[in-house]
């Protein structure tokens, strides 16, 4: 049986249940995105490391806050709540799994050393040296990196990536610092034949890197430069308050690292050695 039935079937008991409409929607959207991440395999065969798993995707790309994560296992419990009533599976791998924890800390950011070192620990390897680059000079999410084509990579007049939707991130371009231009260039003369719709981040069978395997290898990379308390996610927060400091815009800062809002884009601020002077700039610095 095909995702998109057990989902059907879930609407309609749902529509039963009397549920809001909104409800609903929001529910049916959370189960999508769920099976997006397992192309492969079918909603009840889904194991508690893969929802885990889920979880940690969208509470550490950067797509989705912690309020939203936790509303997204609210969802997957119904479902398999559901599955278990009409005897589909025997028990819902999501009810041992807690709500995300709210984080108060503020965001790590990088020094100029600690982001040098892991260039450096990764300097033998084209692929992971690319995608850090790519991450510290761009600000992308981890996901918008594993998604990326070689048709996305505009490199000659206007440099930028193009970073198509996904789920309720808009497309949007992003542009490229001479470091990130750099660093593409060399990456792309390494596989020149590839298909303009192939992975830019590939996998030995030309898959896209899933986004955990980036993470992990990131990581080793990191544990490798000996940064502590570090994640990838922290390359993103260095592009951003980096650019902040250059006096960006929070307008043009917003839409390239795409923040809905500035609201989001301002709490970077804090950040900040130094007051922070709006000085109307659009151009990214380089990092």
């Known amino acids: 049986m095909e995702n998109q039935i057990y989902i059907d079937n879930f609407t309609n008991y749902l529509r039963r249940k009397g549920k809001a409409k909104s409800t609903i929607i929001a529910y049916v959207k959370d189960l999508k995105q769920l099976s997006e991440i397992y192309p492969s395999k079918e909603l009840p065969k889904l194991t508690e490391p893969d929802i885990r798993n889920a979880l940690k995707t969208w509470s550490q790309n950067g797509e989705y806050s912690t309020k939203t994560v936790s509303r997204k296992l609210n969802s997957i419990r119904t479902f398999y709540n559901f599955l278990v009533e009409k005897n589909t599976i025997k028990e819902s791998p999501a009810n041992s799994i807690h709500h995300p924890k709210f984080r108060a800390e503020k965001p790590r950011v990088l020094s100029k050393v600690e982001y040098l070192s892991l260039k450096d620990c990764c300097s033998d390897n084209l692929k992971f040296y690319t995608m850090i680059e790519l991450l510290l000079q761009t600000g992308i999410r981890i996901g918008e990196l594993s998604r990326l084509k070689i048709k996305d990579v505009v490199i000659n007049k206007n440099p930028h990536l193009i970073i198509s939707e996904f789920s309720s991130i808009p497309e949007r371009k992003v542009p ?75 307008e043009a800062l917003a839409e390239i690292v795409g923040h809905k809002t500035t609201v989001t884009t301002m709490r970077y601020i804090q950040l900040l050695p130094k007051q922070y002077k709006d000085k109307g700039i659009g151009e990214v610095f380089e990092v």
């Open 176 to 250: 490229l610092n001479q470091k990130a231009i750099k660093s593409l260039k060399m990456y792309l003369s390494a596989y020149e034949k590839r298909n303009p719709d192939s992975a830019l981040f590939f996998t030995k069978n030309g898959k896209h890197v899933q986004i955990r395997n980036i993470r992990a290898a990131i990581d080793k990379v990191i544990k490798k430069a000996k940064i502590k308390d570090a994640s990838v996610n922290d390359l993103r927060n260095t592009f951003i308050v980096h650019q902040l400091s250059k006096g960006m815009s929070l």
